[in-house]
């Protein structure tokens, strides 16, 4: 009888024990949980500023891009005019034509 009641109280203790190392491991994991739900808050908020910054740089590309374009079209506009003035610069007819001497 002796030794069934020193293995109850010995279960009792070990069951206790487990308790104990449950409720502890439990506590970890509540805190785990909640660090990473304010890093994930962190993560959230450094996301939509990335994003926020990213549909500016686009807008600020496409308006560059426009504008290199428009540039590109007037630099080949006043090619054709320098083109233009040199060949009639090289023409004898013309030159004569308002050379009065």
């Known amino acids: 009888m002796r030794k069934k009641r020193k293995r109850m109280e010995s279960n009792r203790e070990s069951a206790r024990r487990s308790r104990i190392r449950k409720q502890i491991q439990l506590d970890e994991l509540a805190c785990q949980v909640s660090e990473l739900k304010k890093e994930k808050t962190k993560l959230d908020y450094a996301l939509c500023e990335t994003r926020q910054c990213c549909l500016i ?42 050379n009065y001497c």
Do not use: G
């Open 57 to 98: 740089v686009e807008t600020e590309n496409s308006v560059l891009r426009t504008r290199a374009l428009e540039l590109a079209n007037r630099l080949e506009a006043l090619k054709l005019i320098l083109m233009q003035m040199d060949s009639v610069a090289a023409d004898p007819f013309y030159m004569n034509q308002y």
